[in-house]
T-cell receptor, first 113, second 114 residues
């Protein structure tokens, strides 16, 4: 069975600082991996996804994530945080050819001025 | 382009009352459809998914049910709401095409059961 663990329910960074949101997954078969972002009172939107191509994936708004099979990790990073990055971020896993996506519990990112 | 609609946007209902939330998708055919619930401070819980008209898979045995009367319409229902049904309900779709893995979410319905 697939599962996703996001380390830290809340992360606070200063504007301009590095953003690092951690995600570890469990899957018995090669997975697809995703990061979604949710702004208050809105649905989720895709930031980036890994689908077995390049292990370093670049997404929207300057975010990127690296798939590390040996560490079963898919951490999300951004070199310099903006105030507009404040939101909740969800890591997710889907088995290839499957119908279901399993979401992590989410990490709320706070950006301090 | 594809669009997903949910209504109502907000709903306040008394305990024991019925519920009907609607989700429709435009601009695509035969999508896979999903209902999620997001409780305050918690992640997304998959409630139901559907790969075709009349085909519903339930992930959580509760007092909720789902139906798909048309290809691009997905309805979430309850006969009697509980306090624990409060939350943010999200509908999502994916393409049925092979390799189309991204979920596209609607704007959500916030339900408060009093």
């Amino acid at each position: 069975a697939q599962s996703v663990t996001q380390l830290g329910s809340h992360v606070s960074v200063s504007e301009g600082a590095l953003v690092l949101l951690r995600c570890n997954y469990s899957s018995s078969v090669p997975p697809y991996l995703f990061w979604y972002v949710q702004y208050p009172n809105q649905g989720l939107q895709l930031l980036l996804k890994y689908t077995s191509a390049a292990t370093l994936v670049k997404g929207i708004n300057g975010f990127e994530a690296e798939f590390k099979k040996s560490e079963t990790s898919f951490h999300l990073t951004k070199p310099s945080a903006h105030m507009s990055d404040a939101a909740e971020y969800f890591c997710a896993v889907m088995i290839t050819g499957g119908f279901k996506t399993i979401f992590g519990a989410g990490t709320r990112l706070f950006v301090k001025a | 382009s594809q669009t997903i609609h949910q209504w109502p946007a907000t709903l306040v209902q008394p305990v024991g009352s019925p519920l009907s939330l609607e989700c429709t998708v435009e601009g695509t055919s035969n999508p896979n459809l999903y209902w999620y619930r997001q409780a305050a401070g918690r992640g997304l819980q998959l409630l139901f998914y559907s790969v075709g008209i009349g085909q519903i898979s339930s992930e959580v045995p509760q007092n909720l049910s789902a139906s798909r009367p048309q290809d691009r319409q997905f309805i979430l229902s309850s006969k009697k709401l509980l306090l624990s049904d409060s939350g943010f309900y999200l509908c999502a779709w994916t393409s049925a095409l092979a390799g189309a893995e991204t979920q596209y979410f609607g704007p959500g319905t916030r339900l408060l059961v009093l």
